[in-house]
């Protein structure tokens, strides 16, 4: 049964992350979602049934357009993969039905923003203003222990990358500030702290490997969104067998 369900949830995710594609690309410009239908960025002919099968059709077609022959970006295929194996992961990660409904949200989450960011380095309001919305009711449905921790998670995230933004004079952006107060709301206070950890040790990493195969300058910005997408998602799935480990091997 537990293998049914996580194979449900891998084909819906694999869904929804051609949904997030969508949603990444086209709502930081303005665009409609759902018209019209997708189409290859190259020679914009609409997509037929088979060539929007989620990342099996990029498989089955080479990654390449089938009617102009030019390469598909890999960001598409991997955001749908990602999902769909995020998603499968959720029965196994969380310890209740309560936290695998937050866990998908964040995935969700995640996933948009990453499109995103990477996009445009742009992380939409719209995009944030929602899934706070989400947020805040499966927290008045689910609420943290004290009640209140998701309020002060929210506070703390917004507060904390506002103070980190004055002090470097601009080096985070708008867009990162309050996707965390977003994610403060979703995990509390304490889990707010951490993630922001896991998203700057995250962002190290990307960073040098950038640096190291030429694909990032050094003095130019770089979209923090996915770092903070890989850090919080680590942090929900690892992070208190983590904190665990570093307490009992260098603490004590």
Request: proline share 5%; charged share 10%; net charge positive.
């Amino acid at each position: 049964m537990l293998y049914i369900l996580i194979g449900y949830l891998f084909v819906f995710g694999l869904i929804l992350g051609s949904f997030f594609n969508v949603v990444g690309l086209r709502l930081p410009k303005g665009q409609s979602i759902i018209k019209p239908r997708s189409a290859c960025p190259h020679c914009q002919k609409q997509l037929t049934v088979r060539e929007l099968i989620p990342f099996f059709s990029y498989i089955f077609q080479g990654g390449s357009c089938r009617n102009c022959g030019k390469a598909i970006s890999p960001v598409y295929p991997s955001v749908e993969l990602a999902t769909g194996v995020l998603f499968g992961a959720a029965p196994l990660v969380s310890s209740s039905l309560e936290e695998a409904i937050i866990y998908v949200t964040l995935v969700s989450l995640m996933m948009v923003i990453t499109v995103s960011d990477m996009a445009y380095m742009i992380i939409p309001d719209k995009i944030l203003l929602f899934f706070g919305g989400l947020f805040v009711l499966e927290r008045a449905i689910y609420p943290l222990t004290p009640w209140w921790d998701s309020i002060a998670g929210g506070m703390i995230g917004v507060g904390l990358l506002l103070l980190i933004a004055i002090l470097s004079r601009g080096g985070m952006g708008g867009g990162d500030i309050k996707l965390f107060g977003v994610i403060g709301l979703a995990l509390g206070m304490k889990a707010i702290l951490l993630s922001f950890f896991f998203s700057t040790v995250m962002g190290v990493i990307v960073g040098l490997i950038g640096l190291f195969i030429g694909r990032v300058k050094r003095g130019k910005p770089m979209p923090f969104g996915p770092s903070i997408a890989i850090g919080t998602i680590v942090y929900f799935i690892y992070g208190q067998k983590i904190l665990d480990w570093y307490f009992y091997n260098v603490i004590l």
